[in-house]
């Protein structure tokens, strides 16, 4: 191991140390040792200070551990300074990557073909992805915390130890969560006791229990063959059961039932708006049906066709024009117009004359726009009234 290279991975309960300086370069310190752990594989950096310094960034550059500070601090190298490692966003790393491990253990179980397709601990959520052509619709997120979290309430142990790359890359269980690291040599490999084996160096800790609860978010798939896996972990988790649980009981609340009734009584909801919604469009066909039948007997001449035009009230161009593409034509042409936030026309016709042009007619007249079928098309955005319309149609 170089001098400075880091011992977090290996000794993650060090929260407390000191060190020799090796060198000061402005606000970049390297020690003769450190276990702060520097970004990589997808797991961000440590906080804390040195010398009460916050230290703002830890990166690996050949082979060591570059720490940058704040502000350049008053050591130099050769002197003893004090390592202060932020003890929550530690174990929050530590829960966050082992959980990966655990999320992964399912993923074997859950997928056919799976690899490693990358990993990011954010401030609150957790992403895994896996490299597999599964579709993330067959997956219940539900499904996964619940094989997640029986394996944190099982207490398994979590171990890490040293193993010849060559020896890993061939053991057909071991998956490497490196990311753009090439190890040569050894490799360090982390093992979660009959659940999951792979090759990381990241932070853990040392048994599952310690993870605290899992809340899995969102099983998508963000990319071709990526099944990516959002959770949250430990105090965040808990934070986004409980909303969970607040809006679900706001919802059984104004609902007039219970939690565990919530899912039959919005199915049941669902039902009634989706047969009011059916009862809505049959009362809009007999209302437009009566207007046709009371227009038929106004019908007019015009360039050798019978036209019918009128107005309509309480619906709206989309209802009207779905209305006359399954109606037998009561003219040739048919053109109604009404109000629907603005003023709006439609126009079917027995295809001889074309509804666009009817529409280019009357936007020309009275501006908007609109086009469709030569049979059925829609206008709309006029600047005048349906009566208005009307006149200029029949006049």
């Not at 310190?29 to 450190?34: A, D, K």
């Not at 990516?228 to 986004?240: D, K, L, M, N, S």
Request: charged share 25%.
């Amino acid at each position: 191991m170089p001098a400075d290279a880091s011992r977090a991975s290996g000794e993650p309960y060090v929260t407390s140390f000191e060190a020799t300086v090796d060198s000061v370069d402005g606000r970049t310190v390297t020690l003769e040792h450190t276990y702060f752990y520097a970004e990589g594989g997808g797991q961000p950096a440590d906080r804390g200070t040195l010398d009460g310094v916050d230290v703002v960034d830890v990166q690996s550059m050949d082979g060591g551990t570059v720490h940058t500070l704040a502000s350049a601090p008053d050591f130099a190298a050769g002197d003893t300074v004090t390592g202060a490692i932020d003890e929550s966003f530690r174990t929050y790393s530590m829960r966050a990557h082992t959980a990966s491990h655990i999320v992964y253990g399912a993923g074997r179980r859950l997928f056919d073909g799976h690899g490693y397709g990358g990993f990011d601990i954010g401030e609150e959520t957790v992403r895994l992805d896996f490299e597999t052509g599964a579709s993330a619709e067959a997956i219940d997120p539900l499904t996964v915390q619940e094989m997640v979290n029986e394996v944190v309430w099982e207490d398994r142990p979590v171990d890490w130890y040293e193993m010849d790359v060559e020896a890993a890359r061939d053991h057909e269980d071991i998956v490497f969560n490196l990311g753009d690291t090439t190890p040569t040599g050894s490799v360090r490999i982390v093992e979660i006791d009959d659940w999951d084996i792979s090759a990381c160096g990241g932070t853990h800790v040392a048994s599952t229990v310690e993870v605290g609860p899992v809340k899995v978010l969102d099983v998508s798939n963000p990319g071709a063959d990526l099944v990516r896996v959002e959770y949250a972990v430990g105090p965040t988790a808990i934070e986004r059961q409980v909303a969970e649980t607040r809006s679900a009981r706001r919802g059984a609340d104004a609902l007039d039932t219970s939690v565990e009734g919530l899912g039959e009584r919005a199915e049941g909801l669902l039902d009634e708006k989706k047969a009011l919604q059916e009862e809505r469009a049959r009362l809009r066909g007999d209302l437009l049906d009566a207007r046709l039948s009371a227009l038929a007997g106004e019908t007019h001449t015009r360039d050798g066709r019978e036209w019918l035009v009128g107005t309509v009230e309480g619906v709206d161009s989309n209802a009207v024009a779905d209305h006359l593409s399954a109606r037998d034509g009561a003219a040739d042409v048919v053109v109604l117009t009404g109000t629907d936030g603005a003023t709006f026309v439609v126009v079917g016709t027995d295809g001889e004359t074309d509804a666009n042009d009817v529409i280019d007619e009357v936007t020309d007249e009275f501006g908007g726009g609109g086009g469709g079928q030569p049979t059925l098309a829609q206008g709309g955005g006029l600047s005048a009234e349906p009566e208005a319309v009307v006149d200029y149609l029949t006049d």
